[in-house]
């Protein structure tokens, strides 16, 4: 089936410009999360999500970035006023919900943001 | 000190040369570990868990040390197509799901 889709794949922005990246899981994911990888870097996670409600964002590095879930499904992380050190693929990835163990978390291609 | 910890390499093998990764963690709580693979500008794929006991996946061999708090991953016979960032990740309790990624290793391996 169809894996984690995310759109735009990229994106460049002016500073100060407000984008939204959006994430379409796996169908029938309970679980979603976000990161951002910057060059040379390991995905730092930013929020998760079991099914609407955002259960954990405290890797949201400022109160311009926000992201939301609204029917469980489809995802969207929007950053407010860009700076040039948003700058990062930002990932996105689902897995299933079997709350017993750890479950493998299926990326997404990303979606590349360059603030000039 | 962070959470994960990783040589960022690279480190460049040649071909059926075995290689050896090592990961460090600091909290002793972790339960789960793993390994993933990124391709250059790809996302990134689970390679595999590593249990207690340690696993084999077929050139891939991955250990875990409780008491010292790090995670390995053995390559064999290394290919070409093993060229790739390893990325050691932890998650610090099995019944939720965030995990923490380490910077990766990048390996090279050259014909």
């Known amino acids: 089936g169809a894996g984690v889709s995310q759109s735009p794949r990229y994106k460049v922005a002016k500073r100060g410009q407000d984008v939204a990246l959006r994430c379409d899981p796996i169908?029938?994911?309970?679980?979603l999360f976000w990161y951002q990888q910057a060059l040379g870097q390991g995905p730092e996670f930013l929020t998760y999500?079991?099914?609407?409600?955002?259960?954990?964002k405290s890797g949201l590095p400022s109160d311009r970035f926000f992201a939301e879930r609204p029917e469980g499904s489809v995802s969207t992380l929007k950053i407010q006023r860009t700076q040039q050190e948003d700058s990062a693929v930002y990932l996105c990835?689902?897995?299933?919900?079997?709350?017993?163990?750890?479950?493998?978390?299926?990326f997404g291609p990303g979606t590349r943001l360059t603030v000039l | 000190r962070k959470e994960v910890e990783q040589d960022p390499g690279p480190f460049n093998v040649p071909e059926g040369a075995t290689v050896a990764f090592n990961c460090t963690y600091s909290?002793?709580?972790?339960?789960?570990f793993f390994w993933y693979r990124q391709d250059c500008r790809k996302e990134p794929k689970l390679l595999m868990s590593?249990?207690?006991s340690g696993n084999e996946d077929g050139r891939f061999t991955a250990q875990l040390n409780r008491a010292s708090q790090y995670i390995s991953l053995l390559i064999r016979d290394s290919k070409l197509s093993d060229s790739a960032t390893y990325l050691c990740?932890?998650?610090?309790?099995?019944?939720?799901?965030?995990?923490?990624f380490g910077i990766g290793t990048k390996l090279q391996v050259i014909p």
């Open positions: 990835a689902s897995s299933d919900d079997r709350a017993s163990s750890y479950n493998e978390q299926f």
């Open positions: 590593v249990y207690s």
């Open positions: 999500f079991q099914n609407e409600a955002q259960l954990d």
């Open positions: 909290n002793s709580a972790s339960q789960s």
């Open positions: 169908s029938g994911h309970v679980s």
């Open positions: 990740v932890v998650n610090l309790s099995g019944g939720y799901q965030k995990v923490t």
